[in-house]
Antibody
């Protein structure tokens, strides 16, 4: 059974950094692209970033470019999102999701971790 | 960037009703479109990919159609567990539509 479990969320002040983690089990972790998707409270879904199965290619949404870094450690079955220079607008539940058909879609999701950026 | 719109933004329906949700892309995306269902407090779940392919385990009352810029998600006979918010997503730059909330009439 595919399982993705995020951690690392919490309350952080504007301008500070936070690193999220996502551990995947129940599938061959190192053969799938992985995404981060976020959802602000009461709002819709926003794609954040994707990383190829081997970590070779990475792509970011406009809100993440220059501030967030996606990475992975396939030996630990873990995906990361390093978030720097956080803004109040980054407040959201952050989901990791497994890619289907390469990068295209999200076929399994974690339960999400809440990041609150507030002073 | 490709923008996605959905209509209606919300729909009230009864168990057994046929429900249709429309998604439109700002430029042609072939059939590179997915549909997700999200219930309150839960992660989204993939229902349909490549516009019309049913994800494994998803009931056959869900179907998708369309290509180019116009797409449709149809629930043939609404069940109590189907009351949720539905999002379309294009796979070029991963943009989601704003969502359609299906609630009880």
């Amino acid at each position: 059974q595919v399982q993705l479990v995020e951690s690392g969320g919490g309350v952080v002040q504007p301008g500070r950094s936070l690193r999220l983690s996502c551990v995947g089990t129940g599938f061959i972790f190192g053969t799938y692209a992985l995404h981060w998707v976020r959802q602000a409270p009461g709002k819709g879904l926003e794609w954040v970033a994707v990383i190829a199965y081997d970590g070779d290619k990475k792509y970011y949404g406009d809100s993440a470019k220059g501030r967030f870094t996606i990475s992975r450690d396939n030996s630990k079955n873990t995906l990361y999102l390093q978030m720097n220079s956080l803004r109040t607008a980054d407040t959201a539940v952050y989901y990791c999701a497994r890619g289907r058909n390469g990068y295209k879609y999200f076929d399994s999701w974690g339960q999400g971790t809440l990041v609150t950026v507030a002073s | 960037d490709i923008q996605m719109t959905q209509s209606p933004s919300s729909v009230s329906a009864s168990v057994g009703d046929r429900v249709t949700i429309t998604c439109r892309a700002s430029q042609a995306i072939s059939t590179w479109l997915a549909w997700y269902q999200q219930k309150p407090g839960k992660a989204p779940e993939l229902l349909i990919y490549d516009a019309s392919s049913l994800q494994t385990g998803v009931p056959s009352r869900f179907s998708g159609s369309g290509s180019g810029t116009d797409f449709t998600l149809t629930i043939s006979s609404l069940q109590p567990e189907d009351f949720a918010t539905y999002y379309c997503q294009q796979s070029n730059s991963f943009t989601f539509g704003p969502g359609t909330k299906v609630d009880i009439k």
